[in-house]
């Protein structure tokens, strides 16, 4: 693959789990011209001329829509790691209202392909608040009419860390059991490793598609295998 051909990115969520696997396997793998970093604060170590840092209001979008120009793929791993901890008009307004106003930008910059960290599970008519907040997330995405909009829908992310306290842990720990439980049509629900989780989005943007798309468990697999 040429420089010229190589797609360039646009990020937020990079200091997150799944953002900073996603950016280690975009680094690695040198499938991109440049990565523009959007956050709250900058993601430390990177050091390479491909990689440029700006610190954004992510409520905001006036703070970093001059930073998204010339590129092809956004990808928003940006969400609350505990949202039991946090007002539901909280979690609203950074999962739902600051990713909606990230990708207008995006879409108004001439981005094609938009990636979005989601969950398994969303749908706009839940009960389930968190479920519901996605489900409504992903149509208000749909209604931009990006080119290709990818939506990941990962079950339980594994980190190498217990990153959020004692429930994490009885999850980190019970996982590997539970897991085995998850055959046929309820692989969707089976865990993945967090730096798979983000080699699969790292690898999806090489994918020539159009239109939306939703990834699960499987569809991981197959890019895992797709990469390598």
Known sequence: MSEN??????????????????????????????????????????????VSQYKANIFE???????ILNQNVAICTLGVGEPSKISKEE???????????????????GIEHFQLLSSVGINSKSSNFFLRTKGELVEELEKLNFQRLSIFQPSMIITPSNRYGFSQALVLTFWPIIDTAFIGSLKKY??????????????NILKDKKGVEFLSWKDFQNLLYYSN
């Open 91 to 109: 979690f609203i307004r950074i999962d739902k209202n600051a990713v909606v106003d990230f990708a207008k930008v995006c879409k108004s910059k």
């Open 61 to 67: 979008p006036t703070t970093y829509e001059e930073y």
């Open 5 to 50: 051909t190589k797609p360039s990115v646009v990020m937020l969520g990079a200091t997150g789990a799944v953002g900073g696997a996603t950016l280690k396997e975009l680094l690695k793998s040198n499938t991109t011209s440049k990565i523009t970093l959007l956050g709250r604060r900058e993601v430390e170590g990177i050091n390479t001329k491909s």
């Open 190 to 203: 089976k865990g993945i490793k967090v730096e798979e989780l983000g080699s699969a989005i790292a690898a």
